[in-house]
């Protein structure tokens, strides 16, 4: 298959918990992404992390990433209910920027 | 406001009546791209484009054709639908390498 492996599938917590969620792919990458769906709509892209990077911090998100055992995790500090989403690794698939794959998500529900 | 805009929305259609979905950015983005969307199968990419006359296939590009005549459009094409496309799709674009795409709403296409 093409697209990533995320783990876990579904993640329940409580408000306030932090939500950890990984991503593991097979080939060399130049970046990899993460994004975020709220229900039936569009997605919204998160963060950006480059081979040549190991952390990087967005507001409650921290990105790490490990290119020798092929894998990244999203952490998010302090879930809020709005924090109730599908979230998706994606990397390029080529070169390029332009053929981005994604996995098939970990869908995360915020406990009020 | 920077935005890739689908249309339409939702759509219902009959099996074998040509049809076309709609995509424009407003952000000047080289990249532009059409994914699918279907329960258990994550996100998968039809056909991608990386400027203007420059189109390639995704992974999944059987009975789709796209258009990239001017930068800031690229329409997605189903010449004779058949319900087996039925599923969600979305419209995204990028900068070049190194950014995360910017994913329009989505379009909801039903074939009967």
């Known amino acids: 298959s093409q697209q990533g492996e995320e783990d876990p599938q579904a993640l329940s917590i409580q408000e306030g918990e932090n939500a950890t969620m990984n991503c593991s792919y097979k080939?060399?990458?130049?970046?990899l992404q993460w994004y975020r769906q709220n229900s039936g709509r569009g997605l919204v892209h998160l963060i950006l992390i480059r081979s040549n990077e190991r952390e990087k911090h967005s507001g409650r998100l921290r990105v790490t990433l490990d290119t020798s055992k092929k894998s990244s995790s999203l952490l998010i500090t302090a879930s809020r209910a709005a924090d109730t989403a599908s979230y998706f690794c994606?990397?390029?698939?080529?070169?390029?920027?332009?053929?981005?794959?994604f996995g098939t998500g970990t869908r995360l529900t915020i406990i009020p | 406001e920077a935005q890739v805009t689908q249309n339409p929305r939702y759509l219902i259609t009959v099996t074998g009546k040509k049809l076309t979905v709609t995509c424009s950015q407003n952000?000047?983005?080289?990249?532009m791209s059409w994914y699918r969307q279907d329960p258990g199968l994550g996100l998968r990419q039809i056909y991608y484009?990386?400027?203007?006359?420059?189109?390639d296939k995704g992974d999944v590009p059987e009975g789709y054709k796209v258009s990239r005549k001017e930068k800031r459009n690229f329409p997605l094409i189903l010449e004779s639908p058949s319900p087996n496309q039925t599923s969600l799709y979305f419209c995204a674009s990028s900068q070049t390498g190194g950014y995360g795409y910017t994913f329009g709403s989505g379009t909801r296409l039903t074939v009967v």
């Open positions: 994606a990397r390029p698939s080529n070169f390029g920027n332009e053929k981005l794959t």
């Open positions: 952000m000047n983005h080289e990249y």
């Open positions: 080939t060399s990458i130049n970046n």
């Open positions: 484009s990386m400027n203007v006359e420059v189109t």
